[in-house]
């Protein structure tokens, strides 16, 4: 096992997985959403931190940056049927699933207009018309939950609709996560039932602050992990939006057609500490820059301009459109009321007894009714 | 926070004392079936109605539960809707908080609630805070379900009274049936409820029989059962306890003791006004409850009819459990630590200033 | 240990009992629950339960004979133990009717095995010893519901020694002074309904008599009456406006007769052992219903109102029969209503009849199982009373009053002869009736009871 640190070494942690893109006609316009997508993610991130050190959010804030080829290039590997679910670090994902940001900006300033009327917060994103089901706040509690949704799409296509299984559901976690139990009795379900499952490691070599080899055991090849329990497991390079849909698009393609289960370790970084209280003492400031540079906005961005594809103004109009979208979200999220104590006793049970008083939809859901 | 109607205003309802065999219909030959019977033609019932419903734990299809709960489903089911799965508690039950998620109704079973333990993390932090963490977009129609409490002679680590552990967590319902025609009832209940169910069954009641109508009923969560009509005390209790306190009262009966026994069915919600209303005119209460008495259910009963009836009560609650001590092996310590009648007509006797 | 059974305590009063009939022979099965026999109290004949499960292994006490309450009547062998040696042991029993204490009701466990660490104990007596611990002042302790009863009946609690733990006042102790309570709904509930499968189960929940100082017992009999007020239930209220309404705006006259019942007490015994197996027991009172109900045709001012301009002849008979309610459900009494009485068999009338009895003494009648009653009867004949008047329950225009069946002498075919008499006052309408009416009412009513034959078809 090496002795130096995988994730401090980026050619060696990072670099192997890269591989030539497959698809060379994805169209201009994709290309352009995707890095708007991205771009809009950071925005939103960066405008996070400064509401959180403006006690404008509280709790556990994990914020995406670094990592956001990640969620965009998978969410678009997959359709909208299919289920998604992840863990705490979420933001990212809520966006790139579709939910309007001020729904997620609200939701973690305690509103009622976030997505869960201010009762889950940053750690617990969920978005029913997006078929996310949450953002889960402990590590690892989300994998068995996204063989079951697996399981259930399966049962529903084949024994209530009697037709082929279609769907394959996305289930994000932490590299951290390798450690625990519940992957791995949901890994071992998902390969003994057959359950159309991607577990897709984000991995950005640290849990919290522990270096992965520091942790877990095969670091330098988790995929072996799956491999134990007869799951697929594919290496991917996760800072370029391209390269993560052209290899996922393959891998969904495959569980749905096939109804099995499949394993990534998406290699990433997040750029800023676990949650906004890490000073990240434990890694240098010159490996933060030397991953800086692989980042994923600036690569699509480079190549879209190398190909004349993306003219200064351009850029420069999308940019100064996802500051202002931002704003306005976070000028909505600050205007959206505190719920009232009355939803303090709302949704603890669908059915209506003694102090509970039953359940209602988020507006979120409401709106687009 | 509950809001308490006062019965002391009203007139006297019905009294009516159902037995733990079930009611017995008027006309139609009483039909007798063992307990797991009962919880077993529920399930198989709903499953005929509700192709949403499934049921998966250890052994439960080829098998046919380790307790023979499940005999025969598989057959008319096939493996699709009645599921094997590897001793994995935590990823099964995980497995199937996600299923219910997405608009599945699982019913999972548990060997034993013992070994839930393992599963702590997805049956309290997932299935009863789905709904409100998801600001109501995700509910979690789930039953769990399994043998609680003393089995015979099983040691520390299979014995646990979990509605001592999980009780406390909101977003969750709880039912701990004392007979087989509440077993069937509460089981269908819990299995079209929209919320999470805690469904607790005792492996010493599995082949208790009583009448059981082969015609379709539910019983309401919420809503206890009077075992026996009393006027000098009122014995709260629920699951297999109730027949300790059915077992005490007649004890006390020969003692000049009436005591009315009430069987609360479900603990999540409890039936406040029932046993409020009975302390109320019996002016004494004993909880009698399998858990361990810190910060158990019991202690919650006591506590509310302390708080509700303060004025009516002749002596402060007095509550029987189990030792606090861990359950043992040794048969006569086992019984010992259990809340037998001999405890339970001792605290009877000291509410009612008998001892 | 083989478990004994013993001749049960079944009423209040009961000091010995006769087995009238063993349900269960040596050697069958018994299961917690199963009626094993059927026992005579003083009062009437109950069933008597089984408790355990197990095999009959000696029946001690034969069919027929008496025996003081606590002797061993029977012995059951438990589920694995040997039933003939159980029965060799079992000994010649009951016979002598010597029923030691020790023979009494098995002892709950708690007198047999001394704990020093009982969770119940423990905390009566941590309880106690805060108060013990009180300081030397003359501190009251008072327990919350005596504290509320005593202030309810104005009872100066300073003069009161508690007989609860550390002198504590408690529930008992105002009873003691106060009798019976009004403001507490619970104290008149010792005859408190019984579970369904426990038909011997609260019936005796009586007074401890060791203690001697529950209500009921000699020292509560005693106590000085005290004066005090009690509110009216809406039940009573109505039963206060419509009789006083009844009373004083019908001019109400009463006609009796008397009845031979030995007739129809003979066929009453015959139908009745006869049925037994189904189930079937008429009352006399069901064949009064019947015999009134019957007498309509002839007679149908009986079942009229009297409606300002004109009467009012009903096109159905349904008989009322008052029911009085017991003290636990705030006493009074209703009128249940039996329809279309006149084309009800017996049987029906009497299913009816139990039904309604047993509902308005439990659950209540429905405004339905209430109304529209068309002549009413009244039978306080189970209480022994021989002759009383009954005020007409509107918009009825006349209501029976029936008494007891007693044997007395009688002229019987010019001879004196022993023999079964009841007398029954009808109260009319005068609006409606008039004397001669109601004589051939009853006329036609004494033919269908002294000849009940035709009350049967």
Known sequence: MSSASQASDLASFLAPTARPVKRKDIPVATLKQWLRDMMLIREFEIRCMQAYQDKKIGGFCHVYIGQEAVAVGCVAAIEPKDPLVTAYRDHGHALARGMAPKYCMAEMFGRIGGCAKGKGGSMHMFDRANNLFGGHGIVGAQTPLGAGLAFATKYEDEVINRGKSNRVTLCFLGDGALNQGALHEAMNLAGLMDLPVIFIVENNGYSMGTAIERGTTRADRIISKAAGYGIEGVEMYGMDVVQVYDAMKDLADRCRATSRPAFVDMRTYRYKGHSMSDPRKYRTREEEEQYEAHDPIGRLEKQLRSTNQLTDAEFESMGDAIREEVRECVAWADASPVPGIEELYHDVYVERWGPYTGTSLPSMLREMQ | MTTIISQRDLPMTTLEAVPLTGPVPPSSPAREIEFRDAVREAMSEEMRRDARVFLLGEEVAQYNGAYKVSRGMLEEFGPRRIIDTPISESGFAGLAIGAAMLGLRPIVEFMSWSFSLVAADPILNNAPKMLYMSGGQFGCPIVFRGNDGAGGQLGSTHSWCVEGLYSNVPGLKMAIPSNPYDAKGLMKAAIRDDDPVFFLESERLLAFKGHVPETEYTIPFGKAAIRRVGSDVTIVSWGRPVHFALEAAEALAKEGISCEVIDGRTIRPMDWETVFASVRRTNACVVVDQSWSFGSPGSEVAAQVSLHCFDDLDHPVVRVHSDDVPAPYAFNLEQEMLPNARKICQAVRTVTYNA | ?457
């Open chain 3, 1 to 457: 240990m083989p478990i004994t059974l013993t001749m049960p305590r079944l009423s209040d009063t009961m000091e010995a009992g006769t087995v009238i009939k063993w349900n269960v022979k040596e050697g069958d099965k018994v299961r917690s629950g199963d009626v094993l026999a059927d026992i005579e109290t003083d009062k009437a004949t109950m069933e008597m339960q089984c408790f355990d499960d197990g095999t009959i292994a000696k029946i001690l006490v034969d069919a027929g004979k008496q025996v003081k309450v606590g002797t061993t009547i029977a012995v059951i062998a438990g589920k694995n133990e040997d039933v003939k040696s159980v029965a060799a042991n079992a000994g010649g029993g009951g016979a002598s009717g010597s029923a030691s204490p020790a023979a009494a009701p098995a002892k709950p466990a708690a007198e047999q095995a001394p704990h020093a660490l009982d969770s119940a104990r423990a905390a009566s007596s941590a309880h106690d010893e805060e108060h013990l611990d009180d300081g030397g002042g003359r501190r009251l302790r008072v327990s919350p519901v005596a504290r509320r009863m005593a202030e309810e009946q104005g009872i100066d609690l300073a003069a009161i020694r508690g007989s609860g733990p550390a002198g504590r006042i408690i529930k008992r102790d105002i009873l003691a002074i106060g009798g019976a309570l009004a403001g507490s709904a619970g104290e008149n509930l010792a005859g408190a309904q019984t579970a369904a499968n426990i038909p011997t189960a609260t019936a005796l929940a009586l007074p401890k008599q060791a203690s001697g100082s529950v209500a009921g017992s000699p020292v509560a009999a005693l106590a000085p009456l005290t004066s005090r007020s009690v509110a009216l239930s809406g039940m009573r209220q109505t039963i206060a406006r419509r009789l006083v309404e009844s009373k004083t705006s019908i001019p109400h006259y009463q006609v009796t007769m008397k009845f031979a019942m030995d007739e129809l007490l003979g066929l009453r015994k015959k139908v009745n052992d006869s049925l037994e197996a189904f189930g079937v027991k008429l009352s006399v009172n069901d064949f009064l219903v019947r015999a009134c109900a019957l007498a309509m045709a002839k007679h149908p001012y009986f079942n009229a109102s009297f409606a300002g301009e004109s009467i009012a002849i009903h096109g159905e008979v349904n008989v009322g029969i008052a029911i009085s309610l017991p003290e636990d459900r705030g006493g009074g009494l209703v009128v249940g209503v039996i329809r279309n009485a006149d084309q009800k068999s017996l049987r029906q009338i009497s299913a009816d009849a139990k039904y309604l009895a047993e509902k308005a003494r439990t659950k209540g009648l429905s405004m339905e199982e209430m109304n529209a009653a068309t002549f009413t009867i009244s039978n306080l004949g189970m209480f022994g009373v021989e002759h009383f008047t009954a005020i007409i329950n509107p918009p009825n225009s006349a209501i029976l009053a029936c008494g007891a069946a007693i044997e007395q002498p009688v002229v019987r075919n010019h001879q004196i002869a022993v023999g079964w008499e009841m007398q029954a006052t009808l109260s009319l309408d005068h609006r409606v009736i008039d004397g001669a009416m109601a004589a051939e009412y009853l006329s036609t009513l004494k033919k269908l009871i002294e000849s009940p034959a035709a009350l049967m078809v």
